[in-house]
């Protein structure tokens, strides 16, 4: 073993890594084999119905062959594109006016009751008005995920910043920092965490209404493929976009929990 370590000095490091890390894969997977196996057992074993809920493999090999044949690949990149669209651009509004609104207390006081109503306020049942006012085209779709999406940014953003520890704002103004500085050096890294808490709401929700606006009106997305093989009954296919969806939406929080450690690196 000495003489292997000396030959090759990395095998320890490899090894090391190899031990700490399978087991924790082991872990994480067990639950999400386990429901595969019943998932493939079930149906050849007469349980339920496979005309309804076709074995596993007989919807993976559907997946494969749309995946081959590109059927899949545009309805993904459509759903993708109007999901981080409308995700970004609620981002992009919901952080600096959930900032703003936060730092002014007054304001955070008057608006609030209203932010309140939107977030409350489901939006699948105001589709019809996007729809009546934007049409069936992308703007409608796209509008739908801002929507769904800004208010859990803004009213997250505000909660950050309305409560940032206040001994930490008044250390910070004893030392003489002016409120430009105080808010960017203490009150924006301390709201970061609820900020984020947020965003990844508001990524669920980005796929979630973007699937329902796509069963509504659409003709390419994972929504309407979803939607277009329950009517056409081809349910493995059906099911290839159920696990597309389910993929895409873990996808999409992977992304922002990165983000997040990154930008929290500090609470290390």
């Known amino acids: 073993m000495s003489t292997l370590t000396t030959l090759n000095p990395t095998s ?32 050849r074993l007469g349980w339920v119905d496979a005309t309804f809920l076709p074995p596993f493999s007989t919807v993976a090999r559907a997946l494969v062959e749309m995946l081959v044949s590109g059927e899949l690949t545009s309805h993904l990149l459509a759903s993708t594109g109007r999901a981080l669209g409308g995700f970004v651009i609620a981002i992009a509004i919901g952080v600096p006016l959930g900032l703003f609104i936060g730092w002014y207390r007054a304001l955070a006081d008057i608006l609030n009751p209203l932010l309140e109503i939107f977030r409350n306020t489901a939006p699948l049942a105001i589709l019809p008005v996007f729809v ?8 409608s779709k796209i509008s739908m995920v801002v929507y769904s999406c800004i208010w859990p940014v803004v009213l997250n953003t505000v909660s950050g910043v309305r409560n940032v520890d206040p001994l930490l704002i008044r250390s910070a103004r004893s030392m003489g920092l002016s409120p430009l500085r105080l808010f960017y050096k203490v009150v924006l890294p301390a709201s970061v965490p609820t900020v984020f808490t947020g965003i990844r709401v508001a990524g ?20 309407y493929l979803v939607n277009y093989s329950q009517f056409t009954f081809e349910i ?33």
């Open 12 to 43: 320890r490091p490899i090894a090391t890594y190899l031990a700490t890390t399978l087991p924790r894969l082991f872990r994480n997977s067990i639950a999400i084999v386990v429901f595969i196996a019943l998932w493939e057992a079930l149906p």
């Open 132 to 139: 009546l006012i934007l049409g069936m085209g992308e703007t």
């Open 204 to 223: 669920a929700y980005s796929i979630l209404v973007l699937i329902a606006a796509e069963m509504v009106g659409a003709k390419a997305g994972l929504g």
């Open 236 to 268: 493995p296919k059906m099911y290839a976009g159920i696990i597309t969806l389910s993929v895409l939406g873990l996808a999409f929080n992977q992304v922002v929990v990165i983000a997040e450690r990154r930008l929290t690196a500090w609470k290390g």
